[in-house]
């Protein structure tokens, strides 16, 4: 799911994007937990494509989310929080 959402991305498909990120991130929050790295990523992932739909609001609540659950968890100057 995550990667055809990509696809639809590369096509600049968002709104489908979009509804398959959205699936991809609250599974993988039910199944592996909210500070996953692999549920941050699928939360980064959706912060972009609202990002190319101009939906700069809920771009920057995702990826403010993602950057403090990464400090918590990996500290300041980890590799993953720095490209948060």
């Known amino acids: 799911m995550a ?3 990509a696809t639809y991305c ?4 968002w709104n489908e994007a979009e509804g398959l990120q959205i699936a991809v991130m609250e599974a993988r929050k039910r199944l592996l937990g909210e ?8 939360m980064g992932n959706l ?4 990002k190319n739909q101009g939906r ?9 989310a993602v950057m403090k659950a990464r400090k918590r968890l ?9 490209k948060a």
């Open 3 to 5: 990667n055809l959402a």
């Open 10 to 13: 590369n096509q600049e498909r």
């Open 35 to 42: 500070e996953h790295p692999d549920t941050l990523g699928s």
């Open 47 to 50: 912060a972009l494509t609202y």
């Open 56 to 64: 700069w609001k809920e771009a920057e609540g995702l990826e403010m």
């Open 74 to 82: 990996l500290g300041e100057e980890h590799p993953d929080t720095l």
